[in-house]
């Protein structure tokens, strides 16, 4: 267990040792805060700490086999350049579903780690740079397992930056939303840390 904690904690400052020159083509994948995972705060500190606010848009239940739209967006004022990170995971912490990317010039799929965990994140295009106080956002559809997953849960972090290139000045939100065992959307309000205002329909 000791060596598990140490290797994240190795892995974290070794990512941040590149954000001198931003992630503006896509974060390292591992950065969303889920478990086992750092977040993107770990380059560029300010979690949750701001009054900025990270909306999920996604349906309020589904099917097994089903495929749904979801979308998501990061604001905060006097911010201008926008980022992401998700990946979905089962009760086991294994990832579940198949992310399929729908705006190819705006976010990129990767998969990593030993659990092969697919990330979703921006693109150097889809973080808008110059964009004011809201990002337009960002969407991607979810395929559910044919057979029953039992509960699904996205684990995603947005970052509202000042655009400077360097990882000072900038806010990161985390965020988590649900699909319990009858496949309805539910609410963790410890989840989210109850510290990141966001908006579910």
């Known amino acids: 267990m000791l060596r598990t904690v140490w290797l994240i904690a190795i892995l974290g400052t070794l990512a941040c ?42 349906p309020t239940s589904y099917a097994p086999g089903d495929t749904i739209d979801v979308s998501l967006k990061v604001e905060q004022e006097g911010q201008v350049r926008w980022g992401f990170e998700l990946t979905v995971l089962d009760a086991a912490d294994l990832p579940v579903g198949d992310i399929i990317v729908t705006e190819p010039t705006r976010t990129q799929l990767s998969i990593g780690g030993v659990t092969f965990r697919q990330y979703l994140k921006h693109t150097a295009l889809g973080t808008d740079l110059g964009t004011p106080d809201e990002s337009p956002g960002w969407s991607f559809k979810w395929a559910s397992p044919a057979v029953d997953p039992g509960p699904v849960t996205f684990y995603i972090a947005g970052n509202a930056a000042n655009g400077d290139g360097s990882s000072s000045g900038d806010f990161i939100y985390t965020s988590v939303f649900m699909y319990d065992d009858s496949h309805s959307f539910i609410v963790d309000e410890e989840a989210t840390w109850g510290m990141i205002k966001s908006l579910y329909r």
């Open 17 to 58: 040792a590149g954000a001198a020159v931003g992630f503006s083509t896509g974060p390292p994948d591992g950065a969303t805060g889920a478990p086992g995972e750092f977040t993107c705060a770990d380059c560029h500190g300010n979690l949750n700490v701001g009054d900025g606010t990270m909306t999920v848009t996604a």
